[in-house]
């Protein structure tokens, strides 16, 4: 076995065995069926939903049967990537495992230590014989890692807990009480086209980091689209004849281009030459790869109407884009922020999508609606989609500072709390189930998502022990 010379053998069997049936967001019919009768062969009460969901409910041990119920939350999907050229069978094969004592690794794909090591803490604690704690209630979700689509659908009959630990978070000594909330902005014009004159030009931003929309918006980096609408808003006169940038709506677009036509080419690639200087200066820290370039172009076939090209170009330049306003219950963490995301063509219509964040709904909604009124008098047509709750960070929180002073106690290091820009589970949860307090933590992991994922096997270990001694210190 892969984990015979590592300490909790307990825990890392359970990880091996959920690790050993494929699980990939959407295909979680054979974890669930694990989940089941493992709680059948323990004599422990559980049940599923229409979702998929799987709950599960113990009493609290000798002495603390009386206490408040906690619950213990992870999800079940975990997502699924692959080295290239890899045969692996993310429908059928087992995840192989490999360790060095330090860290466990998965051979030639992810992991899914998120969040099976979540999973497997709590089958730990559940079925421990001498584990101490108050009446426990355990909810494992479906399609965390695909839009959330469990936690949304959570029976809240099946839950009578009001405080929920949520073992989904990658950085042990944090303890996370809020998260932001988020919708999308997806807007669209009808495009006219007419022949083109002059000369054509392909103007390309490239190079950039891009990165997570939630994660790392506050980093400075150059939003592709935003550029080239600089650039366009420097020139005096110009007609679109396509243009695009951004892959994902929670990705900050690293790449776009246009081609266009214009009557002084020569002025229009200086003016791309100018533009780079200035950036290649301001973006010297933050994304010192950044490329902005303009070079003759074949005539196209059609351009956008001079009037909606300007327009298009005006929106874009005028959009906001990056972090609004940085909360002021915890500092340093971003409280509002919008991504100017996706710049397309589809069917004579020109479709822009943004993604806006906020952990105070309001705020997310206000940011909303002056996109939207932007959009609409530029003649675009927005609505809002996707829309998720926040997850509002309360520094009172008494299981937040429980948690803490158990922390201090068991592990002797003081933990931060604090938020994440991007998208939990408790954000839903809390929104579903009226009084609900939450926190969420977790071992340390690294590259998540990706074939380097990688878990700290001391830290799997002690926040596993964490956990456990924690439950019965809860008032
Ligand atoms: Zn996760």
């Not at 196209?300 to 330049?317: G, W, Y």
Request: proline letters at 4%; a negative charge.
């Amino acid at each position: 076995m892969w984990y015979s010379k590592l300490n909790n053998k307990r825990l890392w069997k359970i990880f091996s065995e959920i690790s050993s049936i494929p699980r990939e967001s959407g295909n979680e019919e054979g974890i669930r069926n694990y989940l089941l009768s493992w709680a059948e062969n323990c004599r422990i009460e559980a049940s599923s939903d229409a979702k998929g969901n799987v709950y599960m409910k113990v009493p609290g041990t000798k002495g603390l049967e009386k206490m408040p119920a906690t619950a213990l939350q992870a999800h079940i999907d975990m997502v699924c990537v692959k080295k290239e050229g890899s045969a692996h069978d993310f429908s059928k094969d087992p995840i192989k495992i490999v360790t060095d004592g330090v860290s466990v690794k998965a051979k030639d794909t992810s992991l899914g230590a998120d969040d099976g090591l979540g999973v497997a803490m709590i089958l730990d604690i559940l079925s421990d014989p001498d584990a101490e704690h108050g009446p426990l209630e355990a909810i494992f979700t479906v399609e965390e890692e695909t839009g959330l689509g469990g936690a949304y659908s959570i029976d809240p009959e099946k839950i009578s807990a009001r405080r929920l630990i949520n073992l989904d978070s990658e950085e042990e000594g944090l303890i996370f009480i809020g998260c932001a909330g988020g919708l999308d902005i997806e807007s669209s014009m009808k495009l006219k086209y007419e022949k083109p004159e002059g000369s054509a030009v392909k103007v390309s931003v490239s190079g950039l980091l891009g990165g997570h929309s939630g994660g790392e918006i506050h980093k400075e980096r150059g939003n592709a689209i935003k550029l080239l609408a600089r650039y366009l808003n420097r020139l005096p006169s110009f007609q679109i004849a396509s243009i695009s940038g951004g892959t994902r709506r929670n990705v900050i677009p690293s790449s776009a281009e246009a081609v266009i036509t214009v009557s002084d080419p020569d002025a229009a690639i200086s003016q791309a030459k100018t533009l780079q200087k200035e950036l290649s200066a301001e973006y010297s820290v933050s994304d010192p790869g950044v490329i902005i370039e303009a070079a003759a172009a074949d005539m196209p076939e059609r351009v956008i109407r001079r009037k909606k090209s300007q327009k298009i170009a005006d929106m874009l330049f005028c959009s906001p884009c990056g972090v609004r306003s940085m909360s002021t219950a915890i500092s340093g963490i971003v409280e509002t922020s919008d991504n100017l995301a996706i710049v397309s063509e589809e069917n004579d219509r020109l479709c822009v999508i943004y993604s806006v964040r906020s952990s105070v709904d309001s705020r997310k909604m206000a940011l909303a609606y002056e996109i939207l009124t932007l959009a609409d008098s530029f003649g675009f047509k927005a609505k809002i989609t996707g829309e998720y709750p926040s997850w509002t960070p309360d520094p009172e929180s008494s299981l937040a500072k429980e948690a803490a002073a158990a922390y201090k106690k068991i592990i002797g290091k003081k933990p931060v709390i604090t938020a994440i820009h991007a998208g939990l589970e408790c954000g839903i949860i809390n929104s579903i189930i009226p009084g609900m307090e939450s926190i969420s933590i977790g071992p340390d992991l690294r590259d998540v998502h990706s074939v380097n994922e990688t878990a700290d096997v001391a830290s799997a270990e002690r926040m596993a022990e964490f956990v456990k001694k924690m439950l019965p210190m809860l008032k």
